[in-house]
């Protein structure tokens, strides 16, 4: 059991205090490794703390949004440097309470920076367009404006990446920010919050609410939240779409995905089997962008299944800080219990279980909610464990013979996040580019992955509103403005649309 040298009681952060919720419940914070590990606690927020942040927020947005856009774009340059300061706490805290190993922890942290250092740039690119008009003596031209207060939800699986993608545009566009953060990962939140307030921000500008489903109704619902945006399950993300309709407020949700790897007959089958498990194995399978299926070319198949299932025997599942340990825990009692529900289902739909399966209880494994890392083979589109996000390190294998039938099996999902091909041949692999359903494709990479620079985000039921991170990040944040200026002193009362 890795100790830790002090336990961290999470607060509130409203109009620059840290605070307690209102009705002074707290929840524990534990690690989901070794659950004897008490990290701290956070505060059970409700409604009337949502409506403080909110208040804070609206009144400090009359001044932020007043602040220039390269302003702006210098505070958020020092929360870079607030992040490289403490960056190795950081990974630190998330690694405990959400169960990542250590190293990945490190990369998502540096993922964040790298992320948070692009878009502060964005306070000096904000640019929009410029024309003449139809009428002699008149420019046109476009401005942006923000929205106000921006609400953010924010999922468990990724507590520093995506707060921080989400924060760092909104702020350079002008807004003003409630973050909800998840209940089972507020220590990461917290350190956000400390952040932030080193870096200057003033009061009010950025704001965090701990809490589960209370909170984040209220910031769907309190009519001075102006826009939200969300990451999490899709069943949740549609209730919020439907909210925020019914409300006409602009909403972005990142949602579920069913990620396929296309493994045809010429790939390099060990480079596929490695990027295979890396993506189906690796952060326990709670990514977003996980490998969930492999589409395989029956003449290459069982070559493949034995190499990937040789690659989950050696997966070492441990305390996520300990060395040697290749991966963690789920982040929850209750999301393993999701994660064994699927086998019982595979059984059931018939699939072939190479390895796993189960539950690990070895050792001090028996203290946390360690999966077994776990492969299916001959498994239909129709099965559940091929359609159904399960969030664990399960893997199923789809078996194709034409690129026909791969292109359906990948596409009959709801969801369109990633995807990844592996072939040599580059007409095949151009194909498969424009016929996938899913927002991104990689070619000879893993499904997994991401740059600051490049947007990401799905379509179908994955994906809703605009993309995230990317140039065109701020652009969510923001409302376009059409402007018309008559330079020329020109009266006109007609003649106009």
């Excluded at 776990?374 to 239909?380: A, E, F, G, Q, R």
Aim: hydrophobic share 40%; charged share 20%; glycine share 10%.
């Amino acid at each position: 059991m890795s100790a830790i040298t002090k336990q961290v009681h999470c607060k509130n952060y409203i109009n620059g205090e840290f605070k307690p919720a209102k009705s002074g419940d707290t929840f524990e914070n534990r690690c989901p490794a070794d659950t004897r590990q008490l990290l701290g606690t956070a505060p059970e927020s409700d409604a009337s703390d949502v409506a403080d942040a909110v208040s804070a927020a609206k009144e400090a947005f009359k001044s932020w949004r007043k602040t220039t856009g390269p302003a702006r774009g210098e505070l958020v340059f020092r929360l870079v440097e607030e992040i490289r300061k403490r960056a190795d706490e950081l990974a630190l805290a998330l690694s405990l309470e959400e169960g990542k190993i250590l190293p990945e922890a490190k990369g998502e942290v540096m993922k964040a920076l790298k992320y948070v250092q692009f878009a502060a740039g964005d306070g000096r690119r904000m640019t929009g367009i410029t024309a003449d008009s139809e009428l002699a003596g008149t420019l046109g031209m476009t401005i942006w404006r923000p929205h106000g207060v921006v609400g953010m939800i924010i999922p468990w699986n990724f507590p520093v990446a995506i707060p921080l993608w989400k924060l760092a545009p909104a702020l350079v566009a002008g807004n003003t920010v409630v973050i909800k953060p998840a209940p089972e990962t507020p220590w990461t939140s917290h350190i956000i919050a400390e952040m932030v307030e080193a870096a200057g921000f003033p009061k009010g500008v950025v704001n965090f609410v701990y809490g589960d489903v209370a909170p984040a109704q209220a910031i769907v619902q309190h009519p001075d939240v102006h826009a939200v945006s969300f990451t999490g399950s899709t069943s949740v993300g549609r209730i919020i779409e439907r909210q925020c309709g019914d409300l006409h407020k602009p909403v972005q949700c990142e949602l579920g995905g069913k990620n396929p790897i296309i493994v045809m007959a010429d790939a390099d089958i060990e480079l596929a089997a490695m990027a295979t498990a890396k993506g189906a194995f690796g952060s326990t399978g709670q990514r977003c962008t996980a490998t969930s299926r492999a589409v395989v070319h029956e003449s290459v198949a069982d070559a493949f299944v034995a190499r990937v299932a040789e690659l989950g025997r050696e997966v070492v599942a441990g305390h996520p800080t300990a060395d040697g340990t290749t991966m963690g825990p789920s982040v929850s009692e209750r999301q393993l219990e999701q994660v064994l529900s699927y086998h019982a289902i595979a059984d059931s739909d018939g699939a072939k279980r190479i390895m796993g399966g189960g539950r690990l209880t070895d050792g001090d494994l028996a203290h946390g909610y360690f999966p077994a890392p776990t492969l299916y083979d001959h498994v239909k589109k129709d099965f559940r464990i091929a359609k159904e996000e399960i969030f664990g390190p399960v893997l199923s294998v789809l078996r194709f013979s034409t690129i026909d039938e791969a292109i359906d099996i990948a596409n009959s999902v709801e969801f369109g996040l990633t995807s990844s091909v592996y072939t040599q041949d580059l007409s095949i692999a151009f194909q498969l580019i424009n016929d996938l359903d899913t927002g991104m494709t990689q070619v000879n990479n893993p499904t997994i992955g991401g740059e600051a620079h490049m947007p990401f985000g799905g379509i179908k039921a994955t994906g809703v509103g605009a993309r995230e991170m990317g140039p065109d990040a701020w652009k969510f944040y923001s409302e376009s403005k059409t402007v018309y200026i008559n330079h020329a002193g020109v009266r006109r009362t007609s003649n106009f649309y």
